[in-house]
């Protein structure tokens, strides 16, 4: 294995691994002896030296007026390592604080500028698995034009723990879907999933993408090509909440 490249990784300079090699090598040793071997200026090595010491890697004592440095047990690193990572965990768990901090005053500033729609995409399962993650930010009860036939097979290792996860925030939705068996058998679990459903009674009525409306939000998705956009904009998605629920007031009640 190659041992500079360990410790590059490590975030060891070019000159700290040369020099911490070195002591290795010499044991204890002055600082002109280890600048002698390892060729690099005095001054240098000791600025190196110290940063090792800091690091609790290298030791240092004096015998007389004499300095010596001496290299502690390599499995120091290993501490070292552990130093590191909880150091770098505080770190970022200062500045994950800041920005939660600061988050509500970007968040004002997305809107400043622009009155205009935004519409975010999203492709693959992935991707729209991710664009349904956004519904659970529902304020309000969802409504939605959805085929659990395609939306299974679609993303079928996503439902029906997604209902679950919405029902357990208590996002009620209210559903128009086709008339088909898959529909009609989820509908046996509306209760516990928080959700009521109407049917089109008509064989034509089929379709296959799905439509969410929910906040000021309009989520598409398309699961034959794979596809999720998300549309923002509060004047189109009220005129789509419109026409839902007219449809929805046509459509008779299910029958239990």
């Known amino acids: 294995m190659d041992i500079n490249k ?22 204890s040793a002055k600082v002109n002896e280890i600048a002698k071997k390892a060729e690099i200026n005095r001054t240098t090595v000791y600025d190196v030296l110290e940063g090792l010491v800091h690091k609790g890697l290298v030791s240092k004592y ?17 501490s070292y390592i552990d130093r590191e990572k909880e150091e770098k965990t505080k770190i970022l768990e200062q500045q994950k604080k800041k920005i939660e901090a600061i988050i509500p005053e970007l968040v004002s ?27 659970l930010n529902s304020k309000e009860m ?8 395609t939306m299974h097979k679609g993303l079928p290792n996503f439902f029906p723990e997604y209902y679950q996860r919405r029902a357990d925030k208590k996002i009620f ?20 999933e928080m959700r009521e459903i109407k ?3 008509d064989d034509e009525d089929q379709f296959s993408p ?27 998605v009220d005129l789509q909440k419109i026409i839902f629920n007219k449809v929805w007031n046509i459509l008779p009640k299910r029958k239990i």
């Open 6 to 27: 360990v410790l590059h990784n490590l975030d060891f300079t070019e000159k700290e691994t040369l020099v911490y090699l070195t002591i290795l090598e010499l044991g």
């Open 62 to 78: 004096k015998k007389g007026q004499v300095t010596f440095f001496n290299a502690l047990d390599p499995k120091q690193l290993l």
């Open 109 to 135: 500033l997305q809107n400043i500028y622009t009155d205009k729609p935004k519409i975010q995409f999203f492709e693959g399962e992935k991707g729209m698995r991710e664009a349904y993650e956004d519904t």
């Open 142 to 149: 969802i409504l939605a034009y959805a085929n659990v036939k």
């Open 173 to 192: 939705i209210r559903a128009i879907s086709p008339d088909n068996k898959l529909s009609k058998e989820r509908s046996t679990h509306d209760q516990q």
């Open 199 to 201: 049917f089109f009674q």
């Open 210 to 236: 799905e439509v969410n409306l929910y906040n000021n939000k309009m989520l598409v998705v398309s699961w034959v090509e794979k596809i999720a956009v998300i549309i923002e904009s509060k004047e189109f």
